[in-house]
Nanobody, 115 residues
Framework: QVQLVESGGGLVQAGGSLRLSCAAS????????MGWYRQAPGKQRELVAD???????NYADSVKGRFTISRDNAKNTIYLQMNSLKPEDTAVYYC?????????WGKGTLVTVSS
């Protein structure tokens, strides 16, 4: 059973930076695609960024140029470097991994950006 554990959330002022990490365990196989999603209060969960095992990336328009997703396949870990944070980035950030045809989710980490 694949488990994903996020870390790195917290409270930061607008314009600041945070780095999120998501470590995958429980599988001898490399997850195909991994990514970060977020859900703000009263809103639907949305894609922030994702990355394939080969390193191809995809970003939501709202974070392009500010956020960078990266991946360490040896550690089965992905990262999300978030710069120039805005209050509208406040949300619970979830890690998602895809193995074969199954989706796996972490429990989330809260990011709060104060104005």
């Amino acid at each position: 059973q694949v488990q994903l554990v996020e870390s790195g959330g917290g409270l930061v002022q607008a314009g600041g930076s945070l780095r999120l990490s998501c470590a995958a365990s429980g599988s001898n196989f490399r997850l195909n695609r991994m990514g970060w999603y977020r859900q703000a209060p009263g809103k639907q969960r949305e894609l922030v960024a994702d990355i394939t095992s080969g390193g191809s990336t995809n970003y939501a328009d709202s974070v392009k140029g500010r956020f960078t997703i990266s991946r360490d396949n040896a550690k089965n870990t992905i990262y999300l470097q978030m710069n120039s944070l805005k209050p509208e980035d406040t949300a619970v950030y979830y890690c998602k991994g895809v193995l074969h045809v199954m989706d796996y989710w972490g429990k989330g980490t809260l990011v709060t950006v104060s104005s």
